[in-house]
């Protein structure tokens, strides 16, 4: 009986645990802005917390897995890389990826580094889609793309030169 109510109580611990990081993350309405540069916006904190904790787990797992030796540790080891280089990628990206509206255009960085930007006027299409649960948001113009999910940032700027388009007909 007691073993039921410490799996009970470790899964609602964990419950609530997901449930407040998301509610922090979308349910705040305040982007994560970039110190320094106060029109930029950062993914959640909540993306570099994650990669943090599988970073770590990770490296715990490569250290276990790969110290001990044996063939039928080869899917352990496996899956310890892939939790460490999806730790990386998540950091990567929160170091990486920023959005920033500005007046007449959207600057932003893919998440390899590279900087572009789409100025309103230049915006050939885009599409809001709700894919699963989350929202996103695709702007193209010419070559460039950017794909965004609204709920994350303040994109408040991008709609109305978005809606300025439709009126004007363009």
Do not use: C
């Amino acid at each position: 009986m007691s073993g039921f109510v410490i799996k009970f109580g470790l899964v609602l611990l964990v419950a609530v645990i997901v449930g407040g990081m998301v509610w922090r993350t979308v349910g705040r309405g305040k982007p994560n802005t970039v110190r320094g540069y106060p029109g930029r916006q950062r993914m959640p904190r909540t993306v570099a917390i994650v990669g943090a904790v599988f970073v770590v787990i990770g490296s715990m797992m490569v250290l276990a897995s790969f110290t001990t030796g044996g063939p039928e540790l080869i899917p352990l080891r496996i899956a310890s890389v892939v939790v460490l280089a999806t730790g990386i990628l998540f950091l990567i990206a929160y170091r990486n990826r920023y959005i920033a509206p500005g007046r007449d255009a959207v600057q932003f960085r893919t998440l390899w580094g590279r900087e572009k930007s789409i100025r309103y006027d230049d915006i050939t299409s885009y599409q809001g889609t709700v894919g699963g649960a989350r929202p996103h948001l695709t702007v193209r113009a010419g070559r460039e793309r950017l794909r965004v999910n609204p709920s994350f940032y303040d994109l408040s700027v991008l709609y109305a030169a978005i809606e300025e388009r439709e009126r004007a007909g363009r």
